[in-house]
């Protein structure tokens, strides 16, 4: 009689066969625990859209940074070691508590509320430290692997706890030290060295950054529609709806249509490494993305035909070109049958059109402007389409 997975202890993935499906999927757990880091991640676009300015959106990447951080921490532990017993859930219910910490504090996180939002981050880390405990316990062949793990988050997790020692005004600091230490731990060589002998599930890997990504965009569409609920569609919020649509749309066309059976090429180190840090890119860009389409949306019922306020019409170009260079990264990290990755390059190429349309179009009010960016957007989608035309 087979062992319920309320009692088996971590086992690493390619040790385990799965009865039930023909590829591993995401767990019910991991799409709670998904859920819970969109719902911060809300709040952060909530001090985003309070705070437009240029030190508000350097705060926003900081919080941004580090609540993506530590999702990605839990989501490699359980891409690696398939696990749903009982002290597993039990460990992740207390993640989700000190998310949801997180997230109640990010408003003043960067003033009278700092300690506990740094204490709630902390808690997360030494979650996942017990987590690593418990896999170096029962794998031995990935023992060395979740020893480098526990040095790398035991020592971001000090650094974090020396940051309650910093001045009020520049903890921040410390969380991004902390965070900096452990993001150059996969460059050392013996840790890659660690990494090639238990790999990590590519398939499951981009279904979870995926579904992960699909719920920021959501939450995007969602920040829209709350603030447009009750407003009447004249024809300049029709026209823009339209435009926006089309912007939004291409976004998600462009990353899903593009990923779509693509699995991340682990045959060199900086593949996989440029595939996963840029997707914190896509998620800032995506939460910026829904502020700035609010704020322009507001400014259609207000005042249609006035320009663009500037830092509305940054925002949203900003969060565009993030996303377009973050694409570029995530499909130079992809398999490939050319070498050439010339869908980075138009990628690139596009973000700069962008930047040109976002900088010179001062006169424009919020349809025009936005019908420029959809115009760059939907080109792309249609390259995409005309590639997948010629592949037959």
């Given at each position: 009689?087979?062992?319920?997975?309320?009692?088996?202890?971590?086992?690493?993935?390619?040790?385990?066969?799965?009865?039930?499906?023909?590829?591993?999927?995401?767990?019910?757990?991991?799409?709670?625990?998904?859920?819970?880091?969109?719902?911060?991640?809300?709040?952060?676009?909530?001090?985003?859209?309070?705070?437009?300015?240029?030190?508000?959106?350097?705060?926003?990447?900081?919080?941004?940074?580090?609540?993506?951080?530590?999702?990605?921490?839990?989501?490699?532990?359980?891409?690696?070691?398939?696990?749903?017993?009982?002290?597993?859930?039990?460990?992740?219910?207390?993640?989700?508590?000190?998310?949801?910490?997180?997230?109640?504090?990010?408003?003043?996180?960067?003033?009278?509320?700092?300690?506990?939002?740094?204490?709630?981050?902390?808690?997360?880390?030494?979650?996942?430290?017990?987590?690593?405990?418990?896999?170096?316990?029962v794998?031995?062949?990935?023992?060395?692997?979740?020893?480098?793990?526990?040095?790398?988050?035991?020592?971001?997790?000090?650094?974090?706890?020396?940051?309650?020692?910093?001045?009020?005004?520049?903890?921040?600091?410390?969380?991004?030290a902390?965070?900096?230490?452990?993001?150059?731990?996969?460059?050392?060589?013996?840790f890659?060295?660690?990494?090639?002998?238990?790999?990590?599930?590519?398939?499951?890997?981009?279904?979870?950054?995926?579904?992960?990504?699909?719920i920021?965009?959501?939450?995007?569409f969602?920040?829209?529609?709350?603030?447009?609920?009750?407003?009447?569609?004249?024809?300049?919020?029709?026209?823009?709806?339209?435009?926006?649509?089309?912007?939004?749309?291409?976004?998600?066309?462009?990353?899903?249509?593009?990923?779509?059976?693509k699995?991340?090429?682990?045959?060199?180190?900086?593949?996989?490494?440029?595939?996963?840090?840029?997707?914190?890119?896509?998620?800032?860009?995506?939460?910026?993305?829904?502020?700035?389409?609010?704020?322009?949306?507001?400014?259609?019922?207000?005042?249609?035909?006035?320009?663009?306020?500037?830092?509305?019409?940054?925002?949203?170009?900003?969060?565009?070109?993030?996303?377009?260079?973050a694409?570029a990264?995530?499909?130079?990290?992809?398999?490939?049958?050319?070498?050439?990755?010339?869908?980075?390059v138009?990628?690139?190429?596009?973000?700069?059109?962008?930047?040109?349309?976002?900088?010179?179009?001062?006169?424009?009010?919020?349809?025009?402007?936005?019908?420029?960016?959809?115009?760059?957007?939907?080109?792309?989608?249609?390259?995409?389409?005309?590639?997948?035309?010629?592949?037959?």
């Amino acid at each position: 009689m087979a062992k319920s997975p309320l009692f088996t202890p971590p086992k690493y993935f390619q040790d385990v066969v799965f009865h039930r499906h023909t590829n591993r999927s995401v767990g019910w757990l991991e799409l709670f625990y998904d859920l819970v880091y969109v719902a911060t991640l809300i709040q952060i676009g909530n001090f985003l859209s309070d705070n437009i300015t240029l030190l508000g959106f350097g705060q926003f990447l900081v919080l941004t940074v580090v609540v993506w951080w530590a999702w990605t921490g839990e989501t490699f532990y359980q891409n690696r070691f398939v696990v749903d017993d009982i002290k597993h859930r039990l460990l992740v219910f207390v993640q989700i508590f000190a998310i949801a910490a997180m997230g109640l504090s990010v408003s003043k996180a960067f003033g009278e509320l700092y300690i506990q939002f740094t204490l709630a981050y902390i808690v997360t880390r030494v979650v996942l430290f017990l987590m690593y405990v418990r896999a170096a316990k029962v794998d031995k062949e990935g023992r060395a692997l979740s020893n480098g793990y526990l040095i790398g988050f035991g020592g971001g997790t000090a650094i974090w706890l020396g940051s309650l020692f910093l001045p009020a005004e520049i903890h921040w600091v410390g969380w991004l030290a902390g965070i900096a230490f452990e993001f150059f731990l996969p460059f050392l060589p013996q840790f890659q060295r660690w990494a090639r002998d238990m790999v990590f599930d590519r398939h499951h890997m981009s279904e979870r950054f995926g579904i992960f990504t699909i719920i920021v965009l959501g939450e995007a569409f969602v920040k829209i529609l709350d603030d447009a609920q009750g407003t009447t569609l004249g024809l300049p919020q029709f026209v823009f709806s339209i435009f926006g649509f089309l912007v939004l749309n291409s976004i998600w066309w462009l990353y899903f249509g593009e990923t779509e059976e693509k699995i991340v090429n682990q045959e060199t180190v900086w593949k996989p490494i440029a595939w996963m840090y840029s997707h914190a890119l896509v998620a800032a860009s995506l939460v910026a993305f829904g502020v700035g389409a609010k704020k322009l949306y507001a400014a259609t019922l207000e005042h249609p035909e006035d320009p663009v306020y500037e830092p509305y019409r940054l925002l949203y170009t900003t969060a565009v070109v993030m996303f377009l260079f973050a694409l570029a990264l995530i499909d130079y990290g992809l398999d490939h049958e050319s070498k050439k990755n010339i869908q980075s390059v138009i990628h690139l190429f596009s973000s700069l059109v962008i930047v040109i349309i976002g900088l010179t179009a001062t006169g424009a009010n919020a349809i025009l402007f936005v019908a420029l960016i959809s115009i760059v957007m939907v080109a792309q989608v249609l390259y995409d389409v005309y590639v997948a035309r010629q592949a037959g």
